[in-house]
């Protein structure tokens, strides 16, 4: 008789589950600091939202993904007889939460406030906008977890990674770097030890993670030159803002901000979508180190995770972290999602991610932020083909686009503004016009140039004709190219005078491209198709 013993269950907690809390730790705890940042030191947004409104929502996502996460990590183990199971890590995800922050949220706050709300009441406007853009990518991934695969099949990998690289390099590497050198020693410091520990893989002479030894070096050179008068001009400490609880409790806030989320839908969509494709990825990536989650309930932790941030406050959509396979070398099962998911969610209610977060300087948070900019774009090159390099390029360039756009008000006088985006010359459009049209639905614009570009490499001239002709449609409705000076969508026939033209001049250009490369797939010197 054939009796097979039962499978012991796997232990809660293994001595790797603690190094691979402090790395998923110290990731959330730089997103939530990098969007503080953001929003309260580059926009003046007021802390109190941001701490007690934001973040104990945003945490509770990550507490419900990770505990999610943890249970199938425990059953994959149950399942199998295996006690080498890990689980796949999930937190905030880096590029879509600072694209939030500086895309989104800070530039509706200075929007609202332009309307003539005063602070608290725009503050109130911009949370509830961040509330229902989570609900909108939520319910976006809810719907790709049973689709993703097709949409990746649709577009070429350099134009999903591409679009997120340009980003990364021109967004997430510049602005922050700019950051760090306001506190040059500290930042500097700082970011040259990150490098040392992520790039170049060196062992520094402690037996701590490098990420957080780099933090603290970088903190304690902040706070001492500082109190020691050596510091960046205008050093203080900052207040400790006493722990309190603040229960994340589902709110109908959300259903306030649903329509200012339409201006945005050109930035959310892609953030949406850009998940579902990592979800693919990482799936893939954890069954090749041997842990085979099935996709689709990897994707729908994620969207539901989403959605419960949005529903609860929160403002930053969780994701899956690439980064499996390496939690799996560092010794850690599923007892690290579990702690990660319990500090972060606890932490948030009360008030102790946002004391820690106040702490650490933004000359040090910047520099990691910064790195990350440099890992998205390395691997967005090292993950397709070489033969697309040029296509994922060319795709960057409307992130300067929308860099110059998001910068220019601040250096431009209003009516010298105006006048430099109403008035033509003989060379054509006004330019400064033109950057704000490229520049508007840029991520969408990044996709579709580098789908094209990549297409025509591989001798598929009626298939970037078709990718063309797809933004030419979207053009004709601002979803990219805006005319619109706040990036919203429109009716064509609602447009007058140089907007119309501007417009029109960029579908009709999109519609002339087409129809060349669709005549250019007759003739013998067409590129010879690849696979």
Same mark, same amino acid.
């Given at each position: 008789?054939?009796?097979?013993?039962?499978?012991?269950?796997?232990?809660?907690?293994?001595?790797?589950?603690?190094?691979?809390?402090?790395?998923?730790?110290?990731?959330?705890?730089?997103?939530?600091?990098?969007?503080?940042?953001?929003?309260?030191?580059?926009?003046?947004?007021?802390?109190?939202?941001?701490?007690?409104?934001?973040?104990?929502?945003?945490?509770?996502?990550?507490?419900?993904? =990770?505990?999610?996460?943890?249970?199938?990590?425990?059953?994959?183990?149950?399942?199998?007889?295996?006690?080498?199971?890990?689980?796949?890590?999930?937190?905030?995800?880096?590029?879509?939460?600072?694209?939030?922050?500086?895309?989104?949220?800070? &530039?509706?706050?200075?929007?609202?406030?332009?309307?003539?709300?005063? &602070?608290?009441?725009?503050?109130?406007?911009?949370?509830?906008?961040?509330?229902?853009?989570?609900?909108?990518?939520?319910?976006?991934?809810?719907?790709?977890?049973?689709?993703?695969?097709?949409?990746?099949?649709?577009? &070429?990998?350099?134009?999903?990674?591409?679009?997120?690289?340009?980003?990364?390099?021109?967004?997430?590497?510049?602005?922050?770097?700019?950051?760090? *050198?306001?506190?040059?020693?500290?930042?500097?410091?700082?970011?040259?030890?990150?490098?040392?520990?992520?790039?170049?893989?060196?062992?520094?002479?402690?037996?701590?993670?490098?990420?957080?030894?780099? %933090?603290?070096?970088?903190?304690?050179?902040?706070?001492?030159?500082? *109190?020691?008068?050596?510091?960046?001009?205008?050093?203080?400490?900052?207040?400790?803002?006493?722990?309190?609880?603040?229960?994340?409790?589902?709110?109908?806030?959300?259903?306030?901000?649903?329509?200012?989320?339409?201006?945005?839908?050109?930035?959310?969509?892609?953030?949406?979508?850009?998940?579902?494709?990592?979800?693919?990825?990482?799936?893939?990536?954890?069954?090749?180190?041997?842990?085979?989650?099935?996709?689709?309930?990897?994707?729908?932790?994620?969207?539901?995770?989403?959605?419960?941030?949005?529903?609860?406050?929160?403002?930053?959509?969780?994701?899956?972290?690439?980064?499996?396979?390496?939690?799996?070398?560092?010794?850690?099962?599923?007892?690290?999602? *579990?702690?990660?998911?319990?500090?972060?969610?606890?932490?948030?209610?009360?008030?102790?991610?946002?004391?820690?977060?106040?702490?650490?300087?933004?000359?040090?948070?910047?520099?990691?932020?910064?790195?990350?900019?440099?890992?998205?774009?390395?691997?967005?090159?090292?993950?397709? &083909?070489?033969?697309?390099?040029?296509?994922?390029?060319?795709?960057?360039?409307?992130?300067?686009?929308?860099?110059?756009?998001?910068?220019?008000?601040?250096?431009?006088?209003?009516?010298?503004?105006?006048?430099?985006?109403?008035?033509?010359?003989?060379?054509?459009?006004?330019?400064?016009?033109?950057?704000?049209?490229?520049? =508007?639905?840029?991520?969408?614009?990044?996709?579709?140039?580098?789908?094209?570009?990549?297409?025509?490499?591989?001798?598929?001239?009626?298939?970037?004709?078709?990718?063309?002709?797809?933004?030419?449609?979207?053009?004709?409705?601002?979803?990219?190219?805006?005319?619109?000076?706040?990036?919203?969508?429109?009716?064509?026939?609602? %447009?007058?005078?140089?907007?119309?033209?501007?417009?029109?001049?960029?579908?009709?250009?999109?519609?002339?491209?087409?129809?060349?490369?669709?005549? %250019?797939?007759?003739?013998?010197?067409?590129?010879?198709?690849?696979?």
């Amino acid at each position: 008789m054939n009796t097979s013993a039962p499978a012991a269950r796997p232990r809660w907690f293994v001595a790797g589950d603690l190094n691979g809390f402090f790395g998923l730790l110290v990731d959330n705890l730089t997103i939530l600091g990098f969007i503080s940042m953001a929003l309260i030191g580059l926009f003046q947004f007021p802390a109190e939202i941001v701490f007690t409104r934001m973040f104990p929502g945003t945490a509770f996502g990550v507490l419900v993904g =990770n505990l999610l996460y943890t249970l199938m990590a425990r059953r994959l183990a149950a399942r199998t007889g295996r006690e080498d199971v890990t689980a796949m890590p999930l937190g905030l995800d880096a590029p879509t939460s600072i694209g939030m922050a500086l895309l989104v949220l800070g &530039p509706a706050f200075v929007a609202f406030k332009a309307q003539g709300q005063s &602070p608290a009441d725009a503050a109130i406007a911009t949370w509830q906008l961040g509330m229902a853009s989570l609900v909108v990518m939520g319910l976006l991934k809810l719907v790709l977890s049973f689709f993703g695969e097709a949409v990746t099949r649709a577009l &070429p990998r350099a134009s999903l990674l591409g679009s997120i690289a340009g980003i990364a390099l021109v967004l997430m590497g510049l602005l922050p770097l700019l950051e760090t *050198l306001r506190a040059p020693v500290a930042g500097f410091v700082t970011l040259g030890l990150l490098l040392y520990v992520l790039i170049a893989k060196g062992r520094l002479p402690l037996p701590l993670p490098g990420v957080l030894v780099a %933090l603290i070096v970088g903190t304690a050179l902040y706070y001492g030159l500082g *109190l020691a008068g050596l510091g960046a001009p205008g050093f203080a400490l900052p207040a400790w803002t006493p722990l309190s609880v603040v229960l994340p409790w589902p709110s109908l806030g959300f259903l306030e901000g649903l329509p200012n989320t339409v201006p945005y839908l050109p930035l959310l969509l892609p953030f949406g979508l850009l998940m579902v494709v990592g979800g693919i990825n990482v799936s893939e990536s954890a069954r090749a180190a041997g842990d085979d989650y099935r996709t689709r309930d990897i994707l729908l932790v994620e969207a539901f995770a989403t959605l419960v941030a949005g529903v609860c406050g929160g403002v930053a959509q969780t994701t899956p972290y690439i980064g499996q396979p390496a939690y799996k070398h560092m010794g850690a099962r599923s007892g690290y999602t *579990l702690l990660t998911g319990l500090f972060v969610g606890i932490g948030g209610m009360l008030g102790l991610i946002s004391g820690l977060v106040q702490w650490l300087p933004l000359a040090v948070l910047a520099p990691i932020i910064v790195y990350v900019a440099i890992d998205i774009t390395t691997q967005a090159f090292q993950a397709t &083909p070489p033969r697309h390099a040029g296509a994922m390029v060319l795709g960057f360039l409307p992130s300067v686009a929308y860099l110059l756009a998001i910068k220019a008000p601040g250096w431009i006088a209003p009516e010298q503004l105006h006048a430099l985006t109403t008035t033509a010359d003989a060379h054509g459009l006004p330019e400064l016009a033109v950057i704000f049209t490229l520049g =508007n639905g840029f991520i969408i614009t990044a996709m579709l140039w580098t789908a094209t570009v990549a297409a025509m490499i591989d001798g598929r001239l009626r298939r970037a004709s078709v990718f063309l002709l797809v933004a030419a449609a979207l053009a004709l409705f601002g979803l990219i190219h805006s005319v619109d000076p706040r990036g919203g969508i429109y009716l064509p026939w609602q %447009l007058e005078g140089l907007a119309r033209t501007i417009s029109w001049q960029f579908v009709g250009a999109y519609v002339v491209l087409a129809a060349v490369l669709a005549l %250019l797939s007759f003739t013998p010197g067409a590129p010879k198709r690849t696979t």
